[in-house]
């Protein structure tokens, strides 16, 4: 995941500093020196950690911080706070034009996830109550134009293509037509990319942004790139006048340097980031909630979203009425739950999330897990999820062979669902399950959180 490794060696840090009854200038220089090198082995540039390092030094050196009762937990704040404005002080979101539809243009060197992300973007937009048309403008790149079709149709969100035309502009006004008489409030414009950054993409470039006037902007950048994200960053708004970034690929870098970086050569926030394979895998990019997953201060407020997008308030109604009936929570009803749960993402992503966890360096959630679990469960009669207690041995071998897995896992499973349901019962107003559960962490002990 990215910033794991940056992450780790800051929490370590930060640990270090809380522990400190008082803090001298010389502690204070030998822990500036790790955070200096912790950013530049993450890939951040090196212009951009000097500034980032003198920023720190010089608030953190104050009287009112030294003499302070817990000087170290003030250091981690400003170390916190910088870490924030770093990423770009606060969200930005996309600009709305009251008279729709308002056009999104991609642009991004090949390779970085424009395509992709067009329909991250356009599923994101839909649940937010927005209509998109994704608008292929890729002439060049092979199978481009089938991609975003593909991906469309996944989806089931409209693409707009012409494959006979060479010509980005015509197909874009085509596409606006589209839009117009759809009554498309959103459109998403995939345009082409190269290998490195020329003339020709950025001429095409300024003559699409010139006749079809986006109101957005957005650069999408591989965040494995590392330092070359700034090079790329600086081209692309030097030349187009981007208004934000798209961070691909978050999931599989463990550096992080791009997001520390891209922001603060663009002069431009950080919009949007793509966190996974899925289509539903991007979120909106919030600075103070990424600092504080580096710190290892947790995100609650992310998985309360996450949980709120996944869980269907019907069903959790439905199981708090079955349970005042002492109906009982049997198979069905955990496999309903396990669903939802698989709609948030990886478990080992969410749990990340959580305050405190990132202590458990050996916790380790494997995630085929669920998916072994789900085969189990569909493998039995609707008699036997309705009834557990039925599943002798003979009914358990049938079941390990239809699932593909061992009556030992069988038990194991079924010992873990008892206590599940136990817990279920205790809860019995369970109202939103996860989402309340979630809510129950007092959000003043988060802000107090300490390491």
Same mark, same amino acid.
Do not use: W
């Given at each position: 995941m990215?910033f794991?490794?940056?992450?780790s060696?800051?929490?370590?840090?930060?640990?270090?500093?809380?522990g400190?009854?008082?803090?001298?200038?010389?502690?204070?220089?030998?822990?500036?020196? #790790?955070?200096k090198? +912790?950013?530049?082995?993450?890939?951040?540039?090196?212009?951009?950690?000097?500034? $980032?390092?003198?920023?720190i030094?010089?608030?953190? &050196?104050?009287?009112?911080? &030294?003499?302070?009762?817990?000087p170290g937990q003030?250091?981690? %704040?400003?170390?916190?706070d910088e870490?924030v #404005?770093?990423?770009?002080?606060v969200?930005? %979101?996309?600009n709305?034009t009251?008279?729709?539809?308002?056009?999104?243009?991609? !642009?991004g060197?090949?390779?970085?996830?424009?395509?992709?992300?067009?329909?991250?973007?356009?599923?994101?937009?839909?649940?937010?109550?927005? @209509?998109?048309?994704?608008?292929?403008?890729d002439?060049?790149?092979?199978?481009?134009?089938?991609? &975003?079709?593909?991906?469309?149709s996944?989806?089931?969100?409209?693409? $707009?293509?012409?494959?006979?035309?060479?010509? !980005?502009?015509?197909? +874009?006004?085509?596409a606006?037509?589209?839009?117009?008489?759809?009554?498309?409030? !959103?459109?998403?414009?995939?345009?082409?990319?190269?290998?490195?950054?020329?003339?020709?993409l950025?001429?095409?470039?300024?003559? &699409?942004?010139?006749?079809?006037k *986006?109101? #957005?902007?957005?650069?999408? !950048?591989?965040?494995?790139?590392?330092?070359?994200?700034?090079?790329?960053?600086?081209s692309?708004?030097?030349?187009?006048?981007?208004d934000?970034v798209?961070?691909?690929?978050?999931?599989?870098?463990?550096?992080?340097?791009?997001?520390?970086?891209?922001?603060?050569?663009t002069?431009? *926030?950080?919009?949007f980031?793509?966190?996974?394979?899925?289509?539903?895998?991007?979120?909106?990019?919030? *600075?103070?909630?990424?600092?504080?997953?580096?710190?290892?201060?947790?995100?609650?407020?992310?998985?309360?979203?996450?949980?709120?997008?996944?869980?269907?308030?019907?069903e959790?109604?439905?199981?708090?009425?079955?349970?005042?009936?002492?109906?009982?929570?049997?198979?069905?009803?955990?496999?309903?739950?396990?669903?939802?749960?698989?709609?948030?993402?990886? $478990?080992?992503?969410?749990?990340?999330?959580?305050?405190?966890?990132?202590?458990?360096?050996?916790? %380790?959630v494997?995630?085929?897990? $669920?998916?072994?679990? #789900?085969?189990i469960?569909?493998?039995?009669?609707?008699?036997?999820?309705?009834?557990p207690?039925?599943?002798?041995?003979?009914?358990?071998?049938?079941?390990?062979?239809?699932?593909?897995?061992?009556?030992?896992?069988?038990?194991?499973?079924?010992?873990?669902?008892?206590?599940t349901? @136990?817990?279920?019962?205790?809860?019995q107003?369970?109202?939103?399950?996860?989402?309340?559960?979630?809510?129950?962490?007092d959000?003043?002990?988060?802000?107090?959180?300490?390491?």
């Amino acid at each position: 995941m990215a910033f794991e490794g940056l992450s780790s060696r800051l929490q370590e840090i930060t640990r270090k500093l809380s522990g400190k009854a008082r803090i001298t200038e010389s502690d204070l220089k030998d822990i500036l020196r #790790e955070v200096k090198l +912790a950013l530049l082995e993450a890939d951040v540039n090196y212009m951009i950690v000097k500034e $980032f390092i003198a920023s720190i030094q010089e608030k953190a &050196l104050g009287q009112d911080v &030294l003499k302070s009762l817990t000087p170290g937990q003030q250091v981690v %704040k400003i170390v916190k706070d910088e870490l924030v #404005e770093l990423l770009g002080g606060v969200e930005s %979101k996309i600009n709305f034009t009251p008279n729709p539809p308002t056009i999104i243009m991609l !642009v991004g060197l090949q390779g970085s996830g424009k395509t992709t992300t067009a329909g991250k973007l356009a599923n994101l937009l839909r649940k937010q109550g927005k @209509k998109p048309l994704l608008v292929a403008c890729d002439v060049y790149r092979p199978a481009a134009i089938k991609q &975003l079709q593909v991906v469309g149709s996944q989806l089931n969100i409209p693409v $707009f293509a012409n494959e006979t035309s060479k010509d !980005v502009v015509h197909i +874009a006004k085509q596409a606006m037509n589209v839009a117009i008489s759809k009554l498309n409030d !959103v459109v998403i414009i995939d345009t082409a990319g190269r290998l490195h950054i020329d003339e020709e993409l950025m001429n095409e470039l300024k003559e &699409l942004k010139a006749n079809i006037k *986006p109101h #957005e902007i957005l650069l999408v !950048v591989d965040s494995m790139t590392g330092q070359d994200a700034v090079n790329v960053g600086a081209s692309f708004n030097e030349a187009l006048g981007i208004d934000g970034v798209v961070l691909t690929k978050l999931d599989g870098d463990t550096r992080g340097g791009a997001a520390l970086s891209v922001k603060k050569v663009t002069q431009r *926030p950080i919009k949007f980031a793509a966190t996974g394979e899925k289509l539903s895998d991007i979120e909106v990019f919030h *600075p103070d909630r990424m600092a504080s997953r580096i710190l290892g201060m947790g995100d609650i407020l992310s998985v309360i979203e996450q949980a709120e997008q996944a869980f269907s308030e019907e069903e959790a109604i439905k199981l708090e009425e079955k349970l005042k009936k002492q109906q009982g929570f049997d198979l069905d009803d955990y496999l309903a739950q396990l669903r939802q749960m698989k709609k948030m993402g990886s $478990f080992s992503s969410i749990l990340k999330m959580i305050p405190g966890m990132n202590k458990f360096k050996d916790l %380790k959630v494997d995630d085929k897990e $669920f998916t072994r679990i #789900e085969a189990i469960i569909c493998s039995m009669t609707a008699k036997e999820r309705r009834n557990p207690k039925i599943l002798n041995g003979s009914r358990r071998l049938r079941i390990a062979r239809g699932s593909g897995t061992s009556v030992q896992e069988i038990n194991k499973f079924m010992n873990s669902f008892e206590m599940t349901g @136990k817990m279920m019962k205790k809860m019995q107003s369970g109202k939103g399950g996860m989402k309340n559960m979630l809510r129950g962490i007092d959000e003043n002990a988060l802000k107090n959180f300490k390491f």
